[in-house]
Nanobody
């Protein structure tokens, strides 16, 4: 299983970006998809997550600004980021709990994509 992120880049404060992550492979089921981020010198933190039953969780600092959505047929997850702040700058990682056909669920990470919020 591979997770491939896209949509990062440089944006001015107050701007918006949409991150995408698509899972590929012989996938039977995805129970969880989420976005994490890691800024220089800081630990990786959960930004937003969505489970197979639709439960959504956000870190407090992005509530009201970020929206996570999922496209089941495409095995994809998206993160719409608005009102971006310099402190949102980080490498963003896609994470998913995926079961391939005839296999148990495993945890997968994307390679990460850089988001820079700066004027």
């Amino acid at each position: 299983v591979q997770l491939v992120e896209s949509g990062g880049g440089l944006v001015q404060p107050g701007g918006s970006l949409r991150l995408s992550c698509a899972a590929s492979g012989v996938i039977s089921s995805i129970s969880y998809m989420g976005w994490y981020r890691q800024a220089p010198g800081k630990e990786r933190e959960l930004v937003a997550s969505i489970t197979s039953d639709g439960s959504i969780n956000y870190v407090e600092s992005v509530k009201g600004r970020f929206t996570i959505t999922r496209d089941r047929p495409k095995n994809a997850v998206y993160l719409q980021m608005s009102s971006l702040k310099p402190e949102d700058s980080a490498v963003y990682y896609c994470n998913a709990h995926v079961a391939e056909i005839m296999r148990a669920f495993m945890n997968y990470w994307g390679k990460g994509i850089l988001v820079t919020v700066s004027s």
